[in-house]
């Protein structure tokens, strides 16, 4: 840890928060109160304590970064060379490299996400802005044959005013993989962090700023999703609406978006396989599960929340697992012990009723399923690594996206079953194949029904790779040259010309 990180975390431990954090949305290039005045609190999860005030946005502070969005889309930003916004936006990259301490620790602190993974956020931040500044310049479009007598071409125009509706659990990562390739395709931007995590965006938002991006480029308006976030999507201003978070919710954004006719790209949850076949490296299988799992708590859209397994290595698999779980130290993510807390109590209470309910049912819990509090200060949101060892296909904790370090364990005995096991959700949005047997592999792959397949290395992929889920898990793609794409609108001309 470099010294200026370290000054950083001690400074956090011994006041709860650190100096200078933003409190005000972001619009029109500078930080703004809510027109109305309304603030809110955020907590740190790790020890339940709320560290910090923000602006509690509604429909009025939503028009006002609308409208400036809308102006800046008339502005200068209209013009730039797609190479000067391609360098605009390496710049961004790198003033978030820069400010990579301050980032993660306002990070940890909101989320409460371990440190190290709090870094990697930042990082992931940085090579999205990077991967799309070498976009801009390339993002062309098609020349069509019609024959000597007429000239056909296609050209890429910006959609126009963006909304960008983040969840909690990434909040920084989530935003910048709206926010960067909307940029590169030449769109303005309002996006609305989750509310218990509006800090990073607004970090962003300015940093943007300071890289020079003109004013009403980026705007970022915080508050509670029923105030401020269904104002944004509803807004007749809003050309396309990027959301990630709930089904639930995705599907209030859907009906919001209809009457403007405004498109949208869905991210929503998961509940997503890890298929492990009997003739895996069972080492390497064992990290991608626990990653897959624990990471982040387990509050990742894409955690593989379900290992389906071979019935011949199950037990002693499961056994190796829960021996690596119970060794996960909780703590507070500034600590980076192998665990941080969950968001909220209240998403707690959620999770600890799943397994409570899995409990009475006579599922046998293999490890953890006990709310607990960080053990070095008795304070904050914690649930232990839990496994619930073969469950039936359509049992409750198979079936619901809990969203929390729970694991679901299915057994199959022939790659048939596996196939139907792990399509057998309403979800799609990704999945791991753990084998050696490269025909296995890509079978699992070809038949089981999600955006995205990881095979010998959950997490498997970049920023390059696009991104998105099936059936419940939503539609469209973020991430890769795809995003670009729906970023834009396709203009065809055609023309005679002899
Ligand atoms: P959520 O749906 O409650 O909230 C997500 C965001 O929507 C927040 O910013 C919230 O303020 C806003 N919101 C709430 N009501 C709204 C409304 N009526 N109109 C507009 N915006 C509104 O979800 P959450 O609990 O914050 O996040 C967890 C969920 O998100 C999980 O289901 C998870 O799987 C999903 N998720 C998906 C991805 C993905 O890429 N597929 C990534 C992260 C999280």
Not at 111 to 126: C, I, N, P, Q
Not at 220 to 249: C, D, E, N, W
């Amino acid at each position: 840890m470099n010294a200026g990180l370290q000054a950083l975390v001690r400074e956090a431990q011994a006041t709860g928060r650190i100096a200078g954090l933003p409190g005000q949305h972001f619009i029109d290039g500078r930080f703004v109160p809510a027109a109305r005045g309304g603030r809110m609190e955020t907590f740190d999860p790790g020890t339940g304590e709320a560290f910090v005030t923000f602006a509690a946005g509604d429909a009025d502070d939503v028009d006002a970064a609308v409208r400036a969005a809308q102006a800046a889309l008339r502005g200068p930003w209209r013009s730039m060379a797609p190479g000067d916004r391609g360098r605009l936006l390496w710049r961004i990259a790198e003033r978030i490299r820069a400010s990579a301490d301050r980032l993660a620790v306002a990070e940890t602190l909101d989320s409460g996400k371990r440190l190290s993974e709090a870094l990697g956020d930042v990082a992931g931040a940085a090579a999205t802005f990077e991967y799309y500044a070498g976009a801009c310049d390339k993002h062309q479009g098609d020349s069509i044959p019609l024959g000597t007598g007429h000239l056909a071409f296609t050209l890429n125009e910006p959609a126009g005013v963006t909304a960008h509706i983040i969840p909690w659990n990434y909040p920084l990562s989530t935003a910048a993989r709206g926010i960067a390739p909307a940029l590169a395709a030449g769109c303005t931007v309002v996006a609305k962090p989750a509310e218990q995590t509006p800090l990073t965006a607004l970090m962003l938002a300015e940093l943007c700023a300071q890289a020079g991006l003109p004013a009403g480029v980026c705007n970022v308006v915080t508050g509670t999703g029923a105030a401020a976030g269904a104002a944004l999507v509803r807004h007749p201003g809003v050309q396309h609406i990027s959301f990630t978070g709930s089904v639930a919710t995705g599907i209030d954004v859907m009906q919001a978006a209809a009457p403007h006719v405004t498109r949208l790209v869905l991210e929503l949850g998961g509940k997503s396989p890890v298929v492990v076949l009997a003739d895996c490296d069972i080492e390497q299988a064992l990290e991608g599960v626990l990653g897959a799992i624990y990471e982040n708590a387990g509050q990742i859209c894409s955690a593989g929340s379900r290992l389906v397994i071979a019935r011949e290595i199950h037990e002693v698999f499961v056994d190796r697992l829960q021996a690596r779980a119970e060794a996960m130290q909780l703590g507070h993510g500034l600590r980076d012990c192998g665990m941080g807390p969950v968001s909220s109590l209240a998403h707690r209470d959620r999770i600890a009723g799943y397994v409570s309910r899995a409990r009475a049912r006579g599922v046998r819990v293999r490890t953890g399923g006990q709310a607990c509090a960080d053990p070095q200060t008795g304070r904050g949101w914690f649930y232990p690594p839990t496994i619930l060892d073969d469950l039936p296909a359509l049992d409750e904790a198979v079936q619901d996206e809990i969203f929390g370090p729970v694991l679901a364990v299915q057994l199959f005995d022939d790659l048939a079953q596996a196939v139907a096991l792990a399509n057998g959700t309403a979800y799609g949005l990704v999945a791991g194949v753990y084998t050696r047997s490269f025909a296995a592999a890509h079978q699992l792959a070809r038949d089981i029904d999600a955006g995205q397949i990881f095979i010998n290395e959950y997490f498997a992929g970049s920023i390059a790779v696009p991104f998105g889920g099936n059936r419940r898990s939503g539609f469209g793609r973020e991430k890769g040259m795809e995003a670009l794409r729906s970023y834009s609108r396709i203009k065809s001309v055609a023309a005679r010309i002899s």
